[in-house]
Structure formats: structure tokens, C-alpha cells
T-cell receptor, first 112, second 113 residues
């Protein structure tokens, strides 16, 4: 079964707006990662946050992690049409850190 | 580096046929993962290898699925016999020891008619 569940399933915004995607998970983790998938392509790693971190930035990306609520959020600021893609959270579970379990993803559409 | 290379990109076959998907991981990566992506079930981890040895195959759906890694630069995922419900995109990913992020191939789109 999937470890992470993203919310919303789909998001449609205008260029320049911010996009926020949320992820909830079930078991204890040692890290949480976000990946991006363009249509018909493989997944590309965006950012990793460790279980002892609360916030991390990378360019226009901001990730937060709340282990007490077992949730994370990905914020993309000043979105561009090129950000249109599906975004997945993935959790590295503590019991088997080699296994990366992916959520169902959020489909983001950024309109010019 | 060419990245993770998967072949074929697309495979269309008839029910009952054997299907073999291939993957070449990034050179120097010790871990190789096979995932399956469908609309209904999302991305599922099927099996992963460390230094060519299968470590966890608990995600392999049934005995019709088998995976091998005869050397550090090649892995196969075989389905025999294939069924329409096996239709999905199959991804291979790899990573080096000590790293956490995965590098994905472009996937194989499998259609079983």
C-alpha cells in the first residue's frame, strides 16, 4: 500500500502564483523526498528533507516537515508554465531505509 | 553520464506472451530498483538489488514476475505469461551507496492486449 498521500490530487493555477502541495504518511521515516514527473518521462529528484529537519529551501522550492503530524508540504513560489508536471512525495521508512515509498502524486497545471 | 537507460520505451504484446524489460543503471550505482506505475495503484516498488543481489522482492505481484541482475550494469524484469492487468509503465532507478535520492530511467510503457 502507498505510504504517502498527496493533497490535492490536482491543482490549477496561473503563472506567478504560488503552488502548495501536501503529503501525509503513515509510518516513521528517516527522510522525505519530493520528485517531479513530466508527462511520459521518468521521475526527477527535487529535494530531500531529513526527519530531524523542519524546513528546507532550494531555489523556488520550500519544503516543510512535521513529524508529529506525519505530514510535509512543498511550496513552489512564482510558478511558471514549465512547472506543469506531477509531483510526488516519497518516504524513506525507518524499518528499511533502502525502500522509498511513493504517494499518489499531485498534478499541477500552470497556465500562462 | 547517460543516466539510467531502459529498453524498450514501448512494448505492445498479446496476453500469454513473455515480456522482458531491460535496464542499465548509472555506472557506480550499487542499488537498482524496479517500480511499476499505474493510474489505480500509483508507483509501486517491485524489487530492489544491492550489488547485484536481490534484497527485497516483496512487491513482486506474483510468480509470473521475475527479475535478475547478472552484473552491475544490467538488469531484467520478466513477465511470463503476461496478462492485460500487467499493462503499466515500468521504471528502473538506481542510486549509489550512502545516497538517498533515486535516479530514474524514462520507463517502459507496456501494453498487454
Amino acid at each position: 500500500s502507498q505510504q504517502g498521500e498527496e493533497d490535492p490530487q490536482a491543482l490549477s493555477i496561473q503563472e506567478g502564483e504560488n503552488a502548495t502541495m501536501n503529503c501525509s504518511y503513515k509510518t516513521s521515516i528517516n527522510n522525505l523526498q519530493w520528485y517531479r514527473q513530466n508527462s511520459g518521462r521518468g521521475l526527477v529528484h527535487l529535494i530531500l528533507i531529513r526527519s530531524n529537519e523542519r524546513e528546507k529551501h532550494s531555489g523556488r522550492l520550500r519544503v516543510t516537515l512535521d513529524t508529529s503530524k506525519k505530514s510535509s508540504s512543498l511550496l513552489i513560489t512564482a510558478s511558471r508554465a514549465a512547472d506543469t508536471a506531477s509531483y510526488f512525495c516519497a518516504t524513506g521508512v525507518q524499518s528499511g531505509y533502502n525502500k522509498l515509498i511513493f504517494g499518489a502524486g499531485t498534478r499541477l497545471a500552470v497556465h500562462p | 553520464d547517460a543516466g539510467v537507460i531502459q529498453s524498450p520505451r514501448h512494448e505492445v504484446t498479446e496476453m500469454g506472451q513473455e515480456v522482458t524489460l531491460r535496464c542499465k543503471p548509472i555506472s557506480g550505482h550499487d542499488y537498482l530498483f524496479w517500480y511499476r506505475q499505474t493510474m489505480m495503484r500509483g508507483l509501486e516498488l517491485l524489487i530492489y538489488f544491492n550489488n547485484n543481489v536481490p534484497i527485497d522482492d516483496s512487491g513482486m505481484p506474483e510468480d509470473r514476475f521475475s527479475a535478475k541482475m547478472p552484473n552491475a550494469s544490467f538488469s531484467t524484469l520478466k513477465i511470463q505469461p503476461s496478462e492485460p492487468r500487467d499493462s503499466a509503465v515500468y521504471f528502473c532507478a538506481s542510486r549509489p551507496e550512502g545516497a538517498r535520492k533515486l535516479f530514474f530511467g524514462s520507463g517502459t510503457q507496456l501494453s498487454v492486449l
